[in-house]
């Protein structure tokens, strides 16, 4: 174990961060809709999540205990500041999407460590989740254009919208509610 978070802890903070995020892509339809659409191809955007990345990864491979690859955390540690250098010098299109779907691998990681050996059923609403969060941050490194065609989609109208921001939003009430009295 990595992180050290409980199931509590992990379906706690996921479940505010979906009721935030929900809450406002509902509260600020038109707003949050123009910005999601500029999103895919914000240069700034992609440059923040991509530092983010970058801390979180470096601390991880300075961090973690990696056995018989021990002898390659230095080449890691070199490694990954130059990889964050030469992606914003060469990666230019959809940058941001790129350094999302690495942010969504990276924290779909503790979610499923914190439900690792855990029996109980409602521990699969925090697992599945974090799984889908592995699917998306999978496609979106490697075909980034999907998320605009997914931006697009669900902006088309505000029904869409609004029913995957309540979507959104019930999904964390439901993950606060299983933090206080399942986990």
């Not at 299109?93 to 990276?106: K, S, T």
């Not at 869409?160 to 299983?178: D, Q």
């Amino acid at each position: 174990m990595i992180y050290h978070f409980s199931l509590q802890l992990a379906g706690l903070v996921a479940g505010l961060i979906l009721c935030l995020l929900g809450a406002v892509g509902f509260a600020l339809n038109g707003s949050a809709r123009s910005f999601m659409s500029r999103f895919p191809r914000s240069r700034t955007a992609g440059i923040v999540i991509l530092a983010v990345d970058l801390v979180w990864s470096f601390w991880l491979v300075s961090t973690m205990e990696m056995g018989e690859f021990s002898a390659f955390r230095r080449p890691f540690l070199v490694i990954l500041p130059v990889g964050f250098f030469l992606a914003l010098r060469f990666v230019d299109e959809f940058l941001a999407v790129r350094a999302l779907g690495i942010l969504a691998l990276l924290v779909a990681e503790p979610m499923l460590d914190a439900a690792f050996f855990r029996y109980e059923t409602s521990r699969l609403v925090l697992t599945v989740f974090a799984y889908v969060l592995v699917v998306l941050g999978l496609t979106w490194v490697m075909v980034p254009y999907k998320l605009r065609d997914q931006i697009t989609w669900f902006s088309k109208t505000t029904t869409r919208w609004r029913g995957v921001s309540v979507f959104g939003f019930v999904y964390g009430v439901a993950l606060i509610a299983l933090a206080f009295t399942r986990y």
